[in-house]
């Protein structure tokens, strides 16, 4: 019995998500903007981009505009619709998604692992911040997938590395949330370790619940996000030949503007 209830709890919530995914468009294509946020022109211009990127690389970067992506999380609903999309060759794991919601003022990037390497979680953060963000704020939709899906592309063909001023600038608020919560705990140490058991039991609790959280952060933050879902799987495809799929996996990140 307990079996059955893990099963529904584990695979229930996956299976109506994927009732919720747009079917591909018909001719199959790179840029589906199911929102209307493009017009025809400038989504042309695009899809011949990608195309013959993908054509001359092998690699895939498809770009989704829908509506909304609730009740799911971005990340989430990003790593499915990828995966249900096989998005990327099914042996390399080499596609990229990059998924905006217009109702909600969301967008997330999901990478295949095999594209991991080059294309990281960190640089997709800052792709969203630097590029997707400003542009989308000030309505230019085009611009900002442009100018993201073309630094993509040298990304994922090793020609384009973020500045490390940018890299050093992003280490600024996790390095003083790290700090702070290294001071928390050796005070609290000291407190403990100092026999004031009424006082010290009472933030020894405060204290599992500091690494708990802790520890339920990181696993949220990973989100695309294993190809980045989440806790989920972007191997774009029906198990590829000599590949495990519950081994695959893959980054990304999501942002709001």
């Given at each position: 019995m307990k079996g059955l209830v893990l099963f529904f709890i584990v695979v229930f919530p996956n299976f109506l998500l994927a009732q919720n995914f747009p079917e591909p468009m018909d001719p199959p294509r790179m840029v589906n903007d199911f929102a209307g946020a493009l017009d025809q022109q400038?989504?042309?211009?695009?899809?011949?981009?990608?195309?013959n990127y993908s054509d001359s690389t092998l690699n895939e970067i498809t770009v989704v505009i829908i509506g909304?992506?609730?009740?799911?999380?971005i990340s989430e609903y990003g790593g499915e619709l990828a995966d249900q999309w096989q998005i990327g060759k099914a042996s390399k794991d080499n596609g990229v998604l990059l998924l905006v919601a217009m109702d909600d003022r969301s967008v997330s990037i999901s990478i295949g692992y095999g594209l991991e390497a080059v294309i990281t979680d960190a640089d997709s953060r800052r792709l969203i911040d630097k590029y997707i963000v400003p542009n989308f704020k000030n309505g230019q939709y085009f611009r900002g997938i442009d100018q993201t899906t073309s630094i993509l592309m040298a990304m994922a063909n090793g020609e384009f590395k973020i500045d490390p001023k940018d890299q050093e600038r992003s280490l600024g608020k996790p390095f003083l949330i790290v700090v702070f919560i290294i001071w928390l705990?050796?005070?609290?140490?000291?407190?403990?370790?100092?026999?004031?058991?009424?006082?010290g039991s009472r933030h020894l609790d405060a204290l599992t619940y500091l690494w708990m959280s802790i520890g339920l952060s990181s696993r949220k933050g990973r989100g695309f996000n294993e190809f980045s879902k989440g806790t989920g799987v972007f191997c774009n495809g029906n198990n590829a030949k000599g590949s495990d799929r519950d081994n695959l996996g893959g980054g990304g990140a999501s942002g709001s503007w």
């Open positions: 400038r989504a042309g211009l695009l899809e011949n981009k990608l195309r909304s992506t609730r009740p799911y999380d705990l050796w005070n609290l140490s000291r407190v403990i370790l100092r026999g004031q058991k009424s006082y």
